[in-house]
């Protein structure tokens, strides 16, 4: 069956614009994640959703960072206001439950000039 | 708060020598454990897990990993490497009971299997 799927596959942006990333789960799982991963480090926590309500967004870094999940299926993640520092690449995961396995997209390059 | 660490950040190897990877986590309560495998321009894609039972846990592609609590440690082992093995290996930690599931993840280890 189809995997977890992110678009764009890669996004660059200059400093100061908005971007949105998207996430498509699998289907039928009610756990969903997003994760930041920065060059040579590993990936950093950033969101979960179960079903359409954020249960724990303490990773997102500041108030320029949203996302949202308003029919418990695709998830959109929101920056506003792009620094150089944002540059990274945007993972999202998705499992059957919080006590399940979570399945990785293949991420979203940003790059912000 | 659960912490990964990553002992080595490069680990070369020659092909079809054994390879351990090191992982130590640090945590005030019971977590469970993950090794994925990132193979260039590929998503993550979950290699092993320990939640429970016997610390000895087999994962794909001929990997185990052994649990340790006293020592804090989920090393990574596989008896004889193929040059397919290369890739960017991460260890990761979790509260499942009390966290939704968020992984911690290590900051990775570069294995390189040479000819």
């Known amino acids: 069956g189809a995997g977890v799927s992110q678009t764009p596959s890669n996004k660059v942006t200059e400093k100061g614009k908005y971007v949105e990333l998207r996430c498509d789960p699998i289907s039928g799982h009610t756990a969903l994640y997003w994760y930041r991963q920065s060059l040579g480090q590993g990936p950093e926590f950033l969101i979960y959703?179960?079903?359409?309500?954020?249960?724990?967004d303490s990773g997102l870094p500041n108030d320029r960072f949203f996302a949202v999940r308003p029919e418990g299926s695709v998830s959109t993640l929101k920056i506003q206001r792009t620094e150089r520092g944002d540059s990274a690449v945007y993972l999202c995961a998705s499992s059957l439950t919080s006590y399940n396995e979570q399945f990785f997209g293949p991420g979203t390059r940003l790059t912000v000039l | 708060a659960q912490s990964v660490t990553q002992l080595d950040s490069q680990v070369p190897v020659f092909e079809e020598a054994p390879v351990e990877l090191r992982c130590n986590y640090s945590s005030s309560v019971s977590v469970y454990l993950f090794w994925y495998v990132q193979y260039p321009n590929q998503g993550l894609q979950l290699l092993l897990k320990y939640l429970s039972g016997s610390t000895l846990v087999k994962g794909i592609n001929g990997f185990e990993a052994e649990f340790n609590k006293s020592q804090t440690s989920f090393h990574l082992r596989k008896p004889s490497v193929h040059i397919s093995d290369t890739a960017e290996y991460f260890c990761?930690?979790?509260?499942?009971?009390?966290?939704?599931?968020?992984?911690?993840f290590g900051q990775g280890t570069e294995l390189s299997v040479k000819p």
């Open positions: 959703f179960q079903g359409t309500g954020a249960a724990d």
């Open positions: 990761a930690v979790s509260d499942l009971r009390n966290q939704g599931g968020k992984l911690i």
